[in-house]
């Protein structure tokens, strides 16, 4: 049986089970004035649920295990013995009898694949049959057993809101175990790139160039210095020279100027830009906006100015997170106290003055919150850099040269037939785990400096 189909056959024995201990629930009920802790839907849900989890965990464990167990049974099969030894060639021989078995392929490079294809098959069929059998016997086990349970003295509500609690807590751990896979990884796979490269070479190594590396000195062309500085000159100056005026300006005007109307039509067409795909970004910084800053620096005499020059993508990235901007300056600016306003215009003060004196440094640490949030999401954007960034790592501060960042490095690193051990890949995940530190130490210093203006005004 397939897994969708059990799955649909697991729900609706739920179904059964939701509407078999309600009925029983109701059928106590009836002609009785007592006060019950529990209505009769609450055990419907007991004996569902009952009916539904166990199945469906035990089918979550067993995606993980049944592969292995497949591939056991296959390497016990007689045409396995022709087998290459344990590798890349043996693993893709399996792969292609896998697919071949499963139907996804129609063809193989490999002989000894299509030998293989048939015990694949009835191996997994095998073990398809016995995952159904379990899952059944699981659900209709847990369903008969809370069904004979339910009665007066139950108290399905509370073990209801326990299971759920428990759901609630497994999903909110599910956040946290992918950080720590994530730290993890990159934590192990930059420890190994640090084992051949020093440290100091590639923080502080002043030539990036992963193509052409020694063997006997490999951090002489990884210094990540170039790449740090390009990240920093296009995500944090050139963005957000375009982001901090246009998203504070914006939040002023929504706040103190633009009539309800305006602002009702205005904050949700300008926020549309957060929602925009980052690749229809990058389609723009190259299509339209690279060509055209290339063309104005040829107008002002730059007859060497780049197509894909850092302030192409800087624009274009600036104009990504200015919504980030406007937002936080238009809640930083909503959250002043309004005595603070009227005690200003009622002083004589103009509106203008009243803005520039009182309510910007007054919403200050907020906006400052937000500029280090937008910084964090600009220097950690990919498409934007990787369709209209260069590739190659310059120490310039010219915003028509070209400029490369950590984000396009690494997808240029992750990309190509270089061998996952050496240097060059490794030195993917050692700029990896560079960025998360910055962006990391970025939100938390945002995200305290906005803790402590809501802890001022609230």
Do not use: C
Request: glycine residues 8%; without cysteine.
């Amino acid at each position: 049986m397939s897994g969708l189909s059990l799955v649909i056959l697991i729900l609706g024995l739920a179904l059964i089970g939701w509407l078999a201990g309600r009925m029983r629930a109701a059928a106590f009920r009836r002609g009785s004035r007592r006060r019950y802790s529990s209505q009769p839907v609450h055990h419907g849900w007991f004996v569902a649920l009952w009916t539904l989890v166990p199945p469906l965990l035990f089918l979550v464990l067993w995606a993980t295990v049944s592969p292995a167990l497949v591939t056991d049974a296959v390497l016990t099969n007689p045409a396995a013995v022709h087998l290459p030894p344990l590798g890349f060639e043996r693993a893709s021989i399996l792969s292609e009898a896998r697919s071949l078995a499963q139907g996804q392929s129609y063809g193989a490079f490999h002989q000894l694949s299509q030998t293989l294809a048939p015990a694949y098959a009835a191996a997994q069929a095998r073990y398809d049959w016995i995952a159904t059998a379990i899952a059944l016997l699981l659900a209709f086990a847990g369903g008969a057993f809370t069904f004979t349970r339910v009665g007066p003295g139950l108290a399905a509500r509370t073990q209801i809101e326990r299971v759920v609690m428990l759901l609630l807590l497994l999903a909110s751990l599910i956040a946290i175990l992918t950080t720590m896979g994530i730290v993890v990884s990159l934590v192990w796979e930059a420890g190994r790139f640090f084992a051949r490269v020093p440290v100091a070479d590639f923080l502080f190594g002043m030539h990036w160039s992963p193509q052409v590396i020694s063997m006997r000195d490999p951090g002489a062309s990884l210094g990540a210095v170039p790449l740090f500085w390009g990240t920093f000159f296009i995500g944090a100056v050139i963005a957000m020279i375009v982001a901090i005026p246009f998203g504070l300006m914006s939040a002023i005007y929504l706040t103190q100027y633009a009539d309800p109307t305006t602002r009702k039509w205005i904050k949700p067409t300008l926020e549309m830009l957060a929602g925009v795909p980052t690749v229809v970004y990058g389609y723009f910084a190259a299509l339209t906006v690279a060509p055209a800053v290339r063309q104005f620096a040829v107008s002002i005499g730059m007859a060497n100015a780049s197509s894909e020059s850092a302030l192409a993508a800087g624009l274009v990235m600036g104009i990504m997170i200015i919504p980030f901007v406007s937002s936080m300056a238009d809640d930083s600016l909503s959250a002043v106290p309004a005595a603070m306003r009227d005690g200003s215009l009622a002083m004589g003060a103009t509106s203008s003055e009243t803005i520039r004196k009182v309510l910007v440094p007054a919403a200050l640490p907020g906006v400052v919150g937000g500029v280090l949030l937008a910084v964090s999401r600009a220097i950690g954007e990919t498409m934007i850099v990787v369709m209209a960034a260069s590739g190659v790592a310059t120490l310039t501060a010219n915003p028509f040269a070209s400029a490369t960042t950590v984000t396009k490095q690494i997808v240029d690193l992750l990309t190509g037939e270089a061998e996952f051990d050496s240097p060059k890949t490794l030195a993917a995940f050692a700029l990896g785990l560079t960025l998360f530190v910055i962006t990391l130490l970025l939100n938390i210093v945002a995200l305290t400096v906005v803790k402590k203006y809501r802890e001022a005004y609230e």
